[in-house]
């Protein structure tokens, strides 16, 4: 199988929750997981928190990530954040396009695709996340959606660039409600996305593309979403808070 030629990354993605102090306590928590070898773990903070995640975690493997930034470089945008900023504070990683940014701030497609551009220049891997409605898995267009999100948000990247993006399926349904997709649901929609990623770059660089899934991973079903042949990891909300559940998903993700 083609896994050995992508990293497995679990990722937590604390939303916006957990303050700058309570920040320390919790990544002291996980420092344990550092000394996991063969997956990638990042944290993707609050803005504000990266810097003492960043000072916690000093010489370990675990990285820092963002969960959203600018497509601008610096200038009169009023609270937003940019790459470079991310970059400066110690994030290696950035979560574009998550499903909360497209339906409550705005995130069109063309601003998910000039937010992955500037990023990947700035030195930012971005975990690109896609995923449809319940009402458009219902209607049987989750794959057009899919496409679309995909094309889209990589369109006009090089060969090069395109190499430091991950991908993660969040089905919208499945955020924050306990309904999980199905092991066999999930991995249809992540082949789906390298066959998708294939088309538009070939067979050799998109094998080596991770992609995660996300929605109500917990310490119970990581094991089952794990072991799929096209699921390369997790994007993890509401479990990534708590160190116990967050472990276990690290460990459930070795091979
Ligand atoms: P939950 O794990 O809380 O469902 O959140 C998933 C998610 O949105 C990660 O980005």
Redesign the pocket.
């Known amino acids: 199988m083609d896994r050995r030629y992508r990293k497995t990354i679990i990722a937590g993605?604390w939303k916006m929750n957990i303050t700058p102090s309570e920040a320390k306590k919790l990544t002291t928590a996980l420092l344990p997981l550092s000394a996991v070898k063969d997956t990638s773990i990042v944290l993707c903070v609050p803005a504000i928190d990266i810097t003492t995640v960043k000072r916690t975690l000093r010489q370990t493997r675990i990285a820092v990530g963002g969960q959203n930034c600018h497509f601008e470089s610096k200038g009169a945008f009023t609270g937003e954040i940019s790459p470079e900023m991310l970059i400066d504070a110690g994030a290696k990683y950035v979560?574009i396009g998550?499903s909360?940014r497209r339906s409550m701030f705005g995130d069109t497609d063309e601003i998910v695709r000039k937010k992955i551009a500037s990023a990947i220049a700035a030195g930012l891997r971005p975990i690109l996340?896609v995923g449809e409605t319940e009402e458009q898995r219902k209607q049987g267009v989750t794959e057009e959606i899919i496409r679309v999100q995909i094309k889209s948000a990589v369109y006009g990247l090089s060969a090069d660039d395109f190499r430091k993006i991950v991908v993660?399926y969040?089905p919208i349904w499945?955020?924050?409600?306990g309904n999980t997709a199905t092991p066999e649901d999930a991995n249809e929609v992540c082949k789906l996305i390298r066959t998708c990623l294939r088309e538009l770059y070939g067979a050799r660089p998109s094998r080596s593309i991770s992609i995660l899934y996300?929605?109500?991973?917990n310490e119970k079903n990581a094991k089952a979403l794990l072991a799929m042949p096209h699921i390369d990891g997790g994007?993890?909300?509401?479990?990534s808070l708590k160190p116990d559940a967050f472990a276990a998903i690290v460990e459930a993700s070795k091979a």
């Open positions: 993605n979560i998550h909360e996340c993660a969040e499945a955020i924050g409600t996300g929605g109500s991973m994007l993890i909300g509401g479990a």
